[in-house]
DNA sequence: CTAATAGTGTCTCTGAGACACTATCTA
DNA sequence: TAGATAGTGTCTCAGAGACACTATTAG
Protein backbone atom coordinates (compact mmCIF):
# COMPACT_ATOMS: atom_id res chain seq x y z
CA UNK A 1 0.00 0.00 0.00
CA UNK A 2 1.32 3.26 -0.73
CA UNK A 3 -1.13 5.32 1.48
CA UNK A 4 0.73 7.84 3.45
CA UNK A 5 -0.68 7.92 7.15
CA UNK A 6 0.96 9.33 10.86
CA UNK A 7 -1.64 7.76 13.09
CA UNK A 8 -0.86 5.40 16.32
CA UNK A 9 -3.06 3.06 17.78
CA UNK A 10 -3.69 2.55 21.56
CA UNK A 11 -6.11 0.80 23.87
CA UNK A 12 -6.86 2.50 27.26
CA UNK A 13 -9.13 0.65 30.44
CA UNK A 14 -11.56 1.29 32.60
CA UNK A 15 -11.18 -1.26 35.23
CA UNK A 16 -13.97 -0.70 37.67
CA UNK A 17 -14.20 -3.15 40.68
CA UNK A 18 -16.04 -2.86 44.04
CA UNK A 19 -13.91 -1.74 47.15
CA UNK A 20 -15.48 -1.32 50.57
CA UNK A 21 -18.84 -0.49 49.04
CA UNK A 22 -18.07 1.59 46.83
CA UNK A 23 -17.07 1.46 43.44
CA UNK A 24 -13.30 2.02 42.12
CA UNK A 25 -11.58 2.43 38.86
CA UNK A 26 -7.76 1.75 38.58
CA UNK A 27 -5.54 4.52 37.28
CA UNK A 28 -1.77 4.78 37.38
CA UNK A 29 0.65 8.25 37.87
CA UNK A 30 2.50 9.10 34.77
CA UNK A 31 5.96 9.17 35.17
CA UNK A 32 6.91 10.28 31.47
CA UNK A 33 6.25 12.82 29.71
CA UNK A 34 3.11 14.37 28.25
CA UNK A 35 0.91 14.88 31.39
CA UNK A 36 3.49 14.04 34.06
CA UNK A 37 3.06 12.98 37.29
CA UNK A 38 -1.00 13.29 36.57
CA UNK A 39 -3.10 10.02 36.84
CA UNK A 40 -4.31 8.09 33.75
CA UNK A 41 -5.78 5.09 32.43
CA UNK A 42 -3.60 2.01 32.01
CA UNK A 43 -3.19 1.39 28.27
CA UNK A 44 -0.24 0.88 25.90
CA UNK A 45 0.31 0.76 22.09
CA UNK A 46 -1.01 -2.14 20.42
CA UNK A 47 1.28 -4.14 18.15
CA UNK A 48 1.49 -5.03 14.81
CA UNK A 49 0.61 -8.73 14.72
CA UNK A 50 -2.75 -8.63 17.99
CA UNK A 51 -6.24 -7.83 17.89
CA UNK A 52 -6.96 -4.70 19.64
CA UNK A 53 -8.97 -6.84 22.37
CA UNK A 54 -5.84 -8.93 22.80
CA UNK A 55 -3.95 -5.53 23.08
CA UNK A 56 -6.42 -4.73 25.99
CA UNK A 57 -5.97 -7.95 27.83
CA UNK A 58 -2.07 -8.30 27.18
CA UNK A 59 -1.90 -4.67 28.69
CA UNK A 60 -3.93 -5.58 31.43
CA UNK A 61 -1.87 -8.98 32.16
CA UNK A 62 1.03 -6.48 32.32
CA UNK A 63 0.04 -4.24 34.35
CA UNK A 64 -2.14 -6.51 37.12
CA UNK A 65 -2.14 -10.17 37.94
CA UNK A 66 -5.50 -10.48 37.01
CA UNK A 67 -8.17 -13.60 36.22
CA UNK A 68 -11.80 -13.74 35.52
CA UNK A 69 -12.32 -10.32 34.26
CA UNK A 70 -14.83 -9.37 32.14
CA UNK A 71 -13.64 -6.97 29.09
CA UNK A 72 -15.59 -5.19 26.02
CA UNK A 73 -14.77 -2.45 23.55
CA UNK A 74 -16.29 1.39 24.23
CA UNK A 75 -15.70 3.12 21.58
CA UNK A 76 -13.12 4.85 19.40
CA UNK A 77 -11.25 8.02 20.37
CA UNK A 78 -9.90 10.01 18.03
CA UNK A 79 -9.83 13.57 18.04
CA UNK A 80 -6.21 14.56 16.55
CA UNK A 81 -5.48 17.27 19.46
CA UNK A 82 -6.01 14.65 22.32
CA UNK A 83 -2.35 13.70 22.55
CA UNK A 84 0.26 16.74 22.58
CA UNK A 85 2.74 14.40 20.99
CA UNK A 86 0.72 13.66 17.95
CA UNK A 87 -1.88 12.01 16.24
CA UNK A 88 -3.01 8.94 18.72
CA UNK A 89 -5.87 7.08 18.43
CA UNK A 90 -7.29 5.39 21.33
CA UNK A 91 -10.05 2.62 21.16
CA UNK A 92 -10.95 2.16 25.17
CA UNK A 93 -12.50 -0.81 26.90
CA UNK A 94 -14.31 -1.42 29.60
CA UNK A 95 -13.45 -4.03 32.11
CA UNK A 96 -15.15 -5.55 35.21
CA UNK A 97 -13.57 -7.54 37.84
CA UNK A 98 -13.98 -8.79 41.45
CA UNK A 99 -11.15 -7.22 44.19
CA UNK A 100 -10.24 -10.79 45.06
CA UNK A 101 -9.05 -11.28 41.60
CA UNK A 102 -7.15 -8.37 40.57
CA UNK A 103 -3.77 -7.53 41.92
CA UNK A 104 -1.08 -4.58 41.11
CA UNK A 105 1.79 -4.87 39.57
CA UNK A 106 4.55 -2.80 39.01
CA UNK A 107 3.57 -0.76 35.88
CA UNK A 108 5.81 0.00 33.28
CA UNK A 109 5.56 3.56 32.77
CA UNK A 110 4.03 4.81 36.24
CA UNK A 111 5.48 4.59 39.55
CA UNK A 112 2.04 4.39 41.66
CA UNK A 113 -1.02 2.46 40.76
CA UNK A 114 -4.22 3.06 42.54
CA UNK A 115 -8.10 2.07 42.89
CA UNK A 116 -9.82 5.21 42.95
CA UNK A 117 -13.29 5.99 43.73
CA UNK A 118 -15.57 6.91 40.67
CA UNK A 119 -17.10 9.78 42.76
CA UNK A 120 -13.43 11.11 43.51
CA UNK A 121 -10.85 10.89 40.67
CA UNK A 122 -8.09 12.76 40.73
CA UNK A 123 -7.66 15.17 37.40
CA UNK A 124 -6.92 13.00 34.74
CA UNK A 125 -4.60 12.93 31.76
CA UNK A 126 -5.34 13.10 28.02
CA UNK A 127 -9.16 13.36 27.48
CA UNK A 128 -9.64 10.33 30.53
CA UNK A 129 -11.80 11.49 32.15
CA UNK A 130 -14.87 11.50 29.11
CA UNK A 131 -13.83 8.10 28.93
CA UNK A 132 -14.37 6.91 32.45
CA UNK A 133 -17.69 9.13 32.01
CA UNK A 134 -18.46 6.98 28.67
CA UNK A 135 -17.53 3.55 30.83
CA UNK A 136 -20.06 4.47 33.75
CA UNK A 137 -23.08 4.69 31.42
CA UNK A 138 -22.14 1.19 29.59
CA UNK A 139 -21.40 -0.34 33.12
CA UNK A 140 -24.66 0.78 34.14
CA UNK A 141 -26.49 -0.10 31.16
CA UNK A 142 -24.85 -3.70 31.42
CA UNK A 143 -25.83 -3.91 34.74
CA UNK A 144 -29.24 -3.47 34.20
CA UNK A 145 -29.86 -5.32 30.99
CA UNK A 146 -27.16 -8.57 31.33
CA UNK A 147 -26.20 -10.92 34.25
CA UNK A 148 -22.93 -9.13 34.07
CA UNK A 149 -23.24 -8.51 38.05
CA UNK A 150 -21.24 -12.16 38.47
CA UNK A 151 -17.93 -10.02 37.54
CA UNK A 152 -18.13 -8.22 40.59
CA UNK A 153 -19.19 -11.19 42.97
CA UNK A 154 -17.68 -13.97 44.11
CA UNK A 155 -18.69 -16.96 42.63
CA UNK A 156 -21.13 -18.06 45.35
CA UNK A 157 -22.94 -14.96 47.36
CA UNK A 158 -25.85 -13.88 49.42
CA UNK A 159 -28.44 -12.04 47.61
CA UNK A 160 -28.28 -8.87 49.81
CA UNK A 161 -24.49 -9.36 48.11
CA UNK A 162 -25.89 -8.94 44.76
CA UNK A 163 -28.58 -5.70 46.14
CA UNK A 164 -25.29 -3.79 47.08
CA UNK A 165 -23.93 -4.35 44.16
CA UNK A 166 -26.33 -2.70 42.32
CA UNK A 167 -26.75 0.08 44.42
CA UNK A 168 -23.49 1.08 44.72
CA UNK A 169 -22.97 1.17 40.71
CA UNK A 170 -26.31 3.03 40.48
CA UNK A 171 -25.96 5.30 43.87
CA UNK A 172 -29.55 4.45 44.52
CA UNK A 173 -31.36 2.25 47.42
CA UNK A 174 -33.45 -0.72 45.83
CA UNK A 175 -36.58 -2.21 47.91
CA UNK A 176 -35.33 -5.49 49.70
CA UNK A 177 -38.94 -7.39 48.49
CA UNK A 178 -38.99 -6.12 44.93
CA UNK A 179 -35.10 -6.72 44.13
CA UNK A 180 -35.61 -10.38 45.19
CA UNK A 181 -39.00 -10.96 43.65
CA UNK A 182 -37.16 -9.09 40.29
CA UNK A 183 -33.77 -11.99 40.06
CA UNK A 184 -35.73 -14.51 41.10
CA UNK A 185 -38.86 -14.21 38.21
CA UNK A 186 -35.37 -13.96 36.21
CA UNK A 187 -33.88 -17.42 36.46
CA UNK A 188 -30.15 -16.01 35.83
CA UNK A 189 -29.18 -17.11 39.69
CA UNK A 190 -29.42 -20.43 41.57
CA UNK A 191 -28.89 -21.73 45.39
CA UNK A 192 -25.91 -23.52 45.97
CA UNK A 193 -28.01 -25.23 49.42
CA UNK A 194 -24.99 -23.76 51.25
CA UNK A 195 -24.65 -21.13 53.95
CA UNK A 196 -22.67 -18.17 55.00
CA UNK A 197 -21.31 -19.46 58.60
CA UNK A 198 -19.55 -17.24 60.35
CA UNK A 199 -21.71 -14.31 61.54
CA UNK A 200 -22.58 -13.01 64.37
CA UNK A 201 -26.85 -12.87 63.03
CA UNK A 202 -28.40 -15.00 60.94
CA UNK A 203 -26.68 -16.43 58.21
CA UNK A 204 -27.70 -16.27 54.31
CA UNK A 205 -28.20 -18.54 51.56
CA UNK A 206 -25.59 -18.38 49.08
CA UNK A 207 -26.45 -18.06 45.70
CA UNK A 208 -24.34 -18.54 42.01
CA UNK A 209 -25.14 -17.19 38.53
CA UNK A 210 -26.84 -19.97 36.23
CA UNK A 211 -24.97 -19.18 33.16
CA UNK A 212 -21.35 -17.40 33.12
CA UNK A 213 -21.92 -16.03 29.51
CA UNK A 214 -22.80 -12.48 29.40
CA UNK A 215 -26.67 -12.74 28.21
CA UNK A 216 -29.33 -10.12 27.58
CA UNK A 217 -31.63 -10.23 30.73
CA UNK A 218 -33.67 -7.05 31.81
CA UNK A 219 -32.69 -6.76 35.39
CA UNK A 220 -33.99 -3.72 36.50
CA UNK B 1 7.51 9.32 19.93
CA UNK B 2 9.81 6.39 19.34
CA UNK B 3 6.70 4.19 18.99
CA UNK B 4 7.36 1.48 15.85
CA UNK B 5 3.72 0.55 14.70
CA UNK B 6 2.52 -0.29 11.38
CA UNK B 7 -1.27 0.33 11.24
CA UNK B 8 -3.44 2.07 9.34
CA UNK B 9 -6.79 3.63 10.42
CA UNK B 10 -9.77 3.40 7.65
CA UNK B 11 -13.53 4.22 8.51
CA UNK B 12 -16.41 1.89 6.74
CA UNK B 13 -19.97 3.35 6.77
CA UNK B 14 -22.96 1.77 6.52
CA UNK B 15 -25.88 3.87 5.07
CA UNK B 16 -29.10 2.40 5.59
CA UNK B 17 -32.39 4.20 3.58
CA UNK B 18 -35.84 2.82 2.90
CA UNK B 19 -36.20 2.19 -0.58
CA UNK B 20 -39.55 0.64 -1.71
CA UNK B 21 -40.48 -0.55 1.58
CA UNK B 22 -37.11 -2.49 1.73
CA UNK B 23 -34.37 -1.66 4.07
CA UNK B 24 -31.33 -0.78 2.20
CA UNK B 25 -27.57 -0.29 2.27
CA UNK B 26 -25.38 1.80 0.38
CA UNK B 27 -22.59 -0.31 -1.32
CA UNK B 28 -19.68 -0.25 -4.02
CA UNK B 29 -18.31 -2.21 -6.07
CA UNK B 30 -14.08 -2.21 -5.52
CA UNK B 31 -12.24 -1.79 -9.15
CA UNK B 32 -8.95 -2.19 -7.40
CA UNK B 33 -7.10 -5.49 -5.16
CA UNK B 34 -7.92 -6.71 -3.02
CA UNK B 35 -11.34 -7.90 -3.13
CA UNK B 36 -11.21 -6.66 -7.02
CA UNK B 37 -15.10 -6.85 -8.31
CA UNK B 38 -16.14 -7.72 -4.64
CA UNK B 39 -19.10 -5.21 -3.08
CA UNK B 40 -17.99 -3.39 -0.33
CA UNK B 41 -18.99 -0.53 2.51
CA UNK B 42 -18.11 2.92 1.18
CA UNK B 43 -15.05 3.81 3.17
CA UNK B 44 -11.71 5.30 3.00
CA UNK B 45 -8.44 5.64 5.46
CA UNK B 46 -8.27 8.54 7.77
CA UNK B 47 -6.14 11.81 7.65
CA UNK B 48 -3.94 12.82 9.77
CA UNK B 49 -5.61 16.13 10.74
CA UNK B 50 -9.03 15.33 11.00
CA UNK B 51 -11.03 13.45 13.93
CA UNK B 52 -12.75 10.00 13.32
CA UNK B 53 -16.10 11.13 12.61
CA UNK B 54 -15.07 14.01 9.89
CA UNK B 55 -13.21 11.49 8.07
CA UNK B 56 -16.70 9.46 8.54
CA UNK B 57 -18.29 12.44 6.95
CA UNK B 58 -16.15 13.88 4.17
CA UNK B 59 -15.64 10.11 2.89
CA UNK B 60 -19.64 10.16 2.43
CA UNK B 61 -19.10 13.71 0.91
CA UNK B 62 -17.25 12.97 -1.42
CA UNK B 63 -19.05 9.62 -2.41
CA UNK B 64 -22.66 10.93 -2.56
CA UNK B 65 -24.27 14.24 -2.43
CA UNK B 66 -26.07 14.13 1.17
CA UNK B 67 -27.53 16.34 3.78
CA UNK B 68 -29.43 15.34 6.77
CA UNK B 69 -27.80 12.11 7.35
CA UNK B 70 -27.25 10.51 10.77
CA UNK B 71 -23.87 8.94 11.82
CA UNK B 72 -22.55 7.64 14.69
CA UNK B 73 -19.69 5.03 15.38
CA UNK B 74 -20.20 1.27 15.72
CA UNK B 75 -17.73 -0.42 16.64
CA UNK B 76 -14.01 -0.44 15.97
CA UNK B 77 -12.46 -3.90 13.60
CA UNK B 78 -9.32 -4.96 14.29
CA UNK B 79 -8.48 -8.26 13.60
CA UNK B 80 -5.04 -8.38 12.29
CA UNK B 81 -5.68 -10.69 9.33
CA UNK B 82 -8.91 -8.83 8.11
CA UNK B 83 -7.03 -6.88 5.21
CA UNK B 84 -4.78 -9.08 3.15
CA UNK B 85 -2.43 -6.25 2.76
CA UNK B 86 -1.64 -5.31 6.26
CA UNK B 87 -2.59 -3.89 9.41
CA UNK B 88 -5.68 -1.76 9.18
CA UNK B 89 -7.71 -0.98 11.74
CA UNK B 90 -11.60 0.14 10.80
CA UNK B 91 -13.78 2.33 12.58
CA UNK B 92 -17.05 1.87 11.27
CA UNK B 93 -20.04 3.70 11.49
CA UNK B 94 -23.60 3.52 11.20
CA UNK B 95 -25.77 5.92 9.11
CA UNK B 96 -29.31 6.72 8.78
CA UNK B 97 -30.70 9.12 5.87
CA UNK B 98 -33.85 9.50 3.80
CA UNK B 99 -33.32 8.48 0.18
CA UNK B 100 -34.45 11.45 -1.05
CA UNK B 101 -31.22 13.35 0.45
CA UNK B 102 -28.73 11.40 -0.72
CA UNK B 103 -27.75 11.07 -4.13
CA UNK B 104 -25.02 8.82 -5.20
CA UNK B 105 -22.20 10.16 -7.37
CA UNK B 106 -18.95 8.68 -9.00
CA UNK B 107 -17.34 6.70 -6.44
CA UNK B 108 -13.48 6.79 -6.69
CA UNK B 109 -12.20 3.61 -6.09
CA UNK B 110 -15.31 1.72 -7.80
CA UNK B 111 -16.92 1.65 -10.83
CA UNK B 112 -20.58 0.80 -9.58
CA UNK B 113 -22.08 2.03 -6.67
CA UNK B 114 -26.14 1.06 -5.39
CA UNK B 115 -28.36 0.17 -2.82
CA UNK B 116 -28.83 -3.12 -1.77
CA UNK B 117 -31.63 -4.69 0.02
CA UNK B 118 -30.49 -5.94 3.43
CA UNK B 119 -32.25 -9.16 3.59
CA UNK B 120 -30.32 -9.66 -0.15
CA UNK B 121 -26.88 -8.34 -0.03
CA UNK B 122 -24.04 -9.63 -2.11
CA UNK B 123 -20.86 -11.32 -0.93
CA UNK B 124 -19.17 -8.34 0.39
CA UNK B 125 -15.14 -7.71 0.75
CA UNK B 126 -13.24 -7.63 3.92
CA UNK B 127 -15.26 -8.32 6.87
CA UNK B 128 -18.09 -6.43 6.03
CA UNK B 129 -20.71 -8.82 6.24
CA UNK B 130 -19.96 -8.61 9.60
CA UNK B 131 -20.33 -4.98 9.93
CA UNK B 132 -23.39 -4.64 8.06
CA UNK B 133 -24.86 -7.32 10.78
CA UNK B 134 -23.41 -5.37 13.74
CA UNK B 135 -25.26 -2.09 12.04
CA UNK B 136 -28.40 -3.35 11.73
CA UNK B 137 -28.26 -4.61 15.23
CA UNK B 138 -28.04 -0.85 16.68
CA UNK B 139 -30.10 0.78 14.02
CA UNK B 140 -32.91 -1.77 15.31
CA UNK B 141 -31.64 -0.43 19.13
CA UNK B 142 -31.88 2.86 17.95
CA UNK B 143 -35.70 2.86 16.68
CA UNK B 144 -36.86 1.15 19.63
CA UNK B 145 -35.40 3.13 22.21
CA UNK B 146 -34.82 7.03 20.34
CA UNK B 147 -36.50 9.21 17.96
CA UNK B 148 -34.41 8.58 15.39
CA UNK B 149 -36.42 7.49 12.84
CA UNK B 150 -37.34 11.17 12.27
CA UNK B 151 -33.97 10.37 9.93
CA UNK B 152 -35.81 7.91 7.58
CA UNK B 153 -38.54 9.97 7.01
CA UNK B 154 -39.56 13.01 5.12
CA UNK B 155 -40.00 16.32 7.68
CA UNK B 156 -43.85 16.19 7.11
CA UNK B 157 -45.33 12.66 7.18
CA UNK B 158 -48.14 10.72 7.84
CA UNK B 159 -48.23 8.46 10.77
CA UNK B 160 -48.74 4.98 8.97
CA UNK B 161 -45.21 6.22 7.41
CA UNK B 162 -43.92 6.21 10.91
CA UNK B 163 -45.22 2.62 11.79
CA UNK B 164 -44.07 1.69 7.89
CA UNK B 165 -40.44 2.51 9.03
CA UNK B 166 -40.86 0.04 11.99
CA UNK B 167 -42.51 -2.62 10.67
CA UNK B 168 -39.54 -2.54 7.81
CA UNK B 169 -36.85 -2.26 9.82
CA UNK B 170 -38.04 -4.67 12.64
CA UNK B 171 -39.48 -7.02 9.86
CA UNK B 172 -42.71 -7.42 11.59
CA UNK B 173 -46.07 -6.13 11.99
CA UNK B 174 -47.51 -3.44 14.70
CA UNK B 175 -50.81 -3.13 15.55
CA UNK B 176 -52.34 0.00 14.12
CA UNK B 177 -54.28 1.18 17.34
CA UNK B 178 -51.12 0.27 19.52
CA UNK B 179 -48.63 2.02 17.37
CA UNK B 180 -50.51 5.16 17.13
CA UNK B 181 -51.60 5.39 21.07
CA UNK B 182 -48.11 4.88 21.95
CA UNK B 183 -46.36 7.60 19.69
CA UNK B 184 -48.83 9.80 21.11
CA UNK B 185 -48.04 9.32 24.42
CA UNK B 186 -44.71 9.87 23.80
CA UNK B 187 -45.19 13.11 22.38
CA UNK B 188 -42.14 12.91 20.70
CA UNK B 189 -43.90 14.10 17.00
CA UNK B 190 -46.94 16.70 16.61
CA UNK B 191 -49.30 17.32 14.53
CA UNK B 192 -48.90 20.05 11.50
CA UNK B 193 -52.52 20.74 11.14
CA UNK B 194 -51.85 19.76 7.37
CA UNK B 195 -53.51 17.35 5.26
CA UNK B 196 -52.34 14.95 2.33
CA UNK B 197 -54.09 15.85 -0.66
CA UNK B 198 -53.72 13.93 -4.02
CA UNK B 199 -54.55 10.60 -2.87
CA UNK B 200 -57.65 8.66 -4.48
CA UNK B 201 -58.49 8.12 -0.79
CA UNK B 202 -59.06 9.53 2.37
CA UNK B 203 -56.24 11.95 3.14
CA UNK B 204 -54.12 11.37 6.58
CA UNK B 205 -53.24 14.45 8.83
CA UNK B 206 -49.12 15.26 8.43
CA UNK B 207 -46.70 14.86 11.88
CA UNK B 208 -43.75 16.36 12.41
CA UNK B 209 -41.09 15.23 14.78
CA UNK B 210 -41.06 17.81 17.81
CA UNK B 211 -36.87 17.71 18.54
CA UNK B 212 -34.42 17.00 15.63
CA UNK B 213 -32.15 15.94 18.63
CA UNK B 214 -31.45 12.26 19.12
CA UNK B 215 -33.26 11.43 22.49
CA UNK B 216 -33.69 8.45 24.20
CA UNK B 217 -37.18 7.49 24.84
CA UNK B 218 -38.42 4.19 25.04
CA UNK B 219 -40.85 3.84 21.39
CA UNK B 220 -41.75 0.16 21.51
C1' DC C 1 -71.91 3.54 -3.97
C1' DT C 2 -67.43 1.41 -4.34
C1' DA C 3 -62.66 1.13 -3.46
C1' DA C 4 -59.05 2.31 -0.64
C1' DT C 5 -56.87 3.86 3.32
C1' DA C 6 -57.26 6.78 7.87
C1' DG C 7 -58.44 6.72 12.32
C1' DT C 8 -60.48 5.41 16.89
C1' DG C 9 -61.73 2.80 22.41
C1' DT C 10 -62.10 -0.98 25.62
C1' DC C 11 -60.80 -4.91 28.14
C1' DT C 12 -57.53 -8.09 30.14
C1' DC C 13 -53.39 -9.31 32.05
C1' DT C 14 -48.75 -8.66 33.59
C1' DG C 15 -45.31 -6.47 35.94
C1' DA C 16 -43.40 -2.42 38.72
C1' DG C 17 -43.38 -0.32 42.95
C1' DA C 18 -45.00 0.80 47.71
C1' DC C 19 -45.09 -1.09 52.06
C1' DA C 20 -43.98 -3.93 57.53
C1' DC C 21 -43.34 -7.77 59.83
C1' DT C 22 -41.31 -12.44 61.18
C1' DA C 23 -37.13 -15.70 61.18
C1' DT C 24 -32.62 -17.06 62.52
C1' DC C 25 -28.37 -16.79 64.30
C1' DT C 26 -24.53 -15.31 68.04
C1' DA C 27 -23.14 -13.86 72.28
C1' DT D 1 -33.11 -11.88 75.35
C1' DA D 2 -30.82 -8.30 72.78
C1' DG D 3 -28.63 -7.15 68.60
C1' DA D 4 -28.11 -7.70 63.92
C1' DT D 5 -29.26 -9.09 59.43
C1' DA D 6 -32.14 -12.51 56.38
C1' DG D 7 -36.17 -13.27 54.29
C1' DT D 8 -41.15 -13.03 52.91
C1' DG D 9 -46.66 -11.46 50.48
C1' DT D 10 -50.25 -8.32 49.05
C1' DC D 11 -52.32 -4.49 46.94
C1' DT D 12 -52.56 -0.82 43.58
C1' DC D 13 -51.74 1.24 39.35
C1' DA D 14 -49.81 1.83 34.72
C1' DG D 15 -48.84 0.17 30.49
C1' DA D 16 -48.66 -3.69 26.79
C1' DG D 17 -51.22 -6.19 23.71
C1' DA D 18 -55.47 -8.24 21.63
C1' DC D 19 -59.24 -6.97 19.03
C1' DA D 20 -63.32 -4.63 14.89
C1' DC D 21 -65.62 -1.09 13.31
C1' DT D 22 -66.51 3.80 11.47
C1' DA D 23 -64.75 8.02 8.72
C1' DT D 24 -63.27 10.31 4.64
C1' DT D 25 -61.96 10.96 0.17
C1' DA D 26 -61.93 10.34 -5.29
C1' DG D 27 -64.03 8.67 -9.08
Known amino acids: MTIKQSILVTVDSVVFTIIQNK ?6 KR ?5 KDMWALPGGFVKDQESIDDAAYRDLAEETAVKDIYLEQLYTFGNPKRDP ?14 RENIA ?13 PVDK ?5 FDHKDIVYYALKRLQWKLE ?5 QYLLPKEFPLTELQ ?3 QIVFAKKFDVRNFRKKIAQL ?3 KDTWKMQKWQAYRPAKLYTFVSKKVEIVEVL
Not at 23 to 28: Q, Y
Open 121 to 125: LPKLA
Open 31 to 35: DIAPF
Open 164 to 166: HVY
Open 23 to 28: LHVLLG
Open 187 to 189: GII
Open 145 to 149: YTNIA
Open 85 to 98: RGRVVTVAYMAIVA
Open 104 to 116: IKAWAYTKEVWFY
